[in-house]
Each structure stands twice: as structure tokens, then as C-alpha cells.
């Protein structure tokens, strides 16, 4: 089934680690992808997106992700995570038609990350 | 700009009672989706307005739900009558320009549905 995995379902680490959460997603043809985070008692925000050009996307507060279209692939990455960087981070691909005008966001199933100060 | 808005943040009801869900999204979006996630899922799609026309209901997952979108403002989301696997965060999203491509979703604070 076309699906998005994010295989990290949990994630501790320390303050001045490097982080990559892995996205994976198995849709062919054109995908916009997406990086979401849910911090504790917020709602999802939006982190990044790529929809075309460089494969390499900044995004707020220091995050990046790879779009790797062979691997198909949308990882995650923060070369030193901070404690206020813990949160739930979601991946989600959009597909759709634009002819009928239907779009839907396909996310993974999160992955929470802790920071340990 | 304010942004997407969901009334009530929290709802406890019983098995087989009724619950409207609000969603506001943030003024001027024709687009407006309505999610869920089930404890430790992923977060699932459940349908998609454009204005007050249901462009995409494919993720409702059956006719106990009710979703409609009066006047292309605000929606709301019924389920009746609820069963226990209805519990789960609600999530509203909301976006402009979707046809360009370039769309980005918007999203509310959810509401927790807790249905025992």
C-alpha cells in the first residue's frame, strides 16, 4: 500500500546532538513533501516543504530536510538540537490531481523526539 | 492573522451519543480538510471542502459522520452515534491556492474526543 513511513518512532538524545529523522514515502511520480511539529500543548506547525528546484530545504529554527527522489526519501535533519526542540515532528507527502482539484496530505505516523538537557 | 480555530478543545461523551466538532479556518481559505489521528497512529485524512463543496470525502470513515462547511466559512464535524473508536484528536487544516500548487496547510489545535 502507498504509504509514508517514519521509522524512528521515538528519539532521545542530548543537547548539542545532531539529529536526522528518517521519512520515507512510496508514491511515484510528483510529491510535494512536508516536515511538521507538534510542540507540547501546540498545535502542528509547519517546519519546511519542498515542492521543486534544490533537493536541500532550510526550514525555521535551524531544520533541513533531504528530498533524495531515488531513495525516496525526506529526511529530517538539525546538526545540534536544542532542549526546546523536543516535540512530536511528522513527515507528510501531498497527493492529488490538479484536474479535479483534489488534494490530500498522506502523513507517517510521528516520531517523538526528546531532548535531554 | 488569527489562525485555524476548533471548538471544544476536549469532549468526553458515552458510547452512541452525539458530537459536533467546530473548525474556523483562518479567513479568506476556500480550502478546509478535517483529519484525525487515533492514539499512536498516523494522522489520517478525512475529507477535503473547497468553499462549502465537498471536493474529497474519501477518508470519512463511515456515514455516522457528517461534516458540512454552510456559507464556505466555518465547518463543523458530527458524529452520531458515536462509537468507541471514534476516540482521537480531530485535527481542522486550512489553505489558499491550492491549485497553483503551492498550498500549504494551516492547522488548528485539534480536538481531543474521548468516547467511552
Known amino acids: 500500500a502507498q504509504s509514508v513511513s517514519q521509522h524512528n518512532h521515538h528519539v532521545i538524545l542530548s543537547e548539542a546532538a545532531s539529529l536526522e529523522l528518517g521519512c520515507n514515502y512510496s508514491y511515484g511520480g510528483t510529491v510535494n513533501l512536508f516536515w511538521y511539529v507538534q510542540y507540547p500543548g501546540q498545535h502542528l506547525q509547519l517546519l519546511l516543504k519542498?515542492?521543486?528546484?534544490?533537493?536541500l530545504v532550510k526550514g525555521i529554527k535551524g531544520f533541513e530536510a533531504e528530498f533524495i527522489k531515488s531513495k525516496f526519501s525526506f529526511n529530517l535533519r538539525k546538526p545540534s538540537v536544542q532542549w526546546s526542540d523536543t516535540a512530536e515532528y511528522f513527515c507528510?507527502?501531498?497527493?492529488?490531481?490538479?484536474?479535479?482539484?483534489?488534494?490530500?496530505?498522506?502523513f507517517g505516523t510521528g516520531t517523538r523526539l526528546k531532548v535531554l538537557a | 492573522e488569527a489562525g485555524v480555530t476548533q471548538f471544544p478543545s476536549h469532549s468526553v461523551i458515552e458510547k452512541g451519543q452525539t458530537v459536533t466538532l467546530r473548525c474556523d479556518p483562518i479567513?479568506?481559505?476556500?480550502?478546509l480538510y478535517w483529519y484525525r489521528r487515533v492514539m499512536g497512529k498516523e494522522i489520517k485524512f478525512l475529507l477535503h471542502?473547497?468553499?462549502?463543496?465537498?471536493?474529497?470525502e474519501s477518508g470519512m470513515p463511515n456515514n455516522r459522520f457528517l461534516a458540512e462547511r454552510t456559507g464556505g466559512t466555518y465547518s463543523t464535524l458530527k458524529v452520531q452515534p458515536a462509537e468507541l473508536e471514534d476516540s482521537g484528536v480531530y485535527f481542522c487544516?486550512?489553505?489558499?491556492?491550492?491549485?497553483?500548487?503551492?498550498?500549504?496547510?494551516?492547522f488548528g489545535p485539534g480536538t481531543r474526543l474521548l468516547v467511552l
Open positions: 479567513s479568506g481559505h476556500d480550502n
Open positions: 507528510a507527502v501531498k497527493r492529488g490531481r490538479a484536474t479535479s482539484g483534489t488534494y490530500k496530505y498522506i
Open positions: 519542498y515542492f521543486s528546484g534544490d533537493p
Open positions: 471542502f473547497v468553499k462549502e463543496s465537498k471536493q474529497d
Open positions: 487544516a486550512s489553505s489558499q491556492d491550492f491549485l497553483a500548487g503551492l498550498e500549504t496547510q494551516y
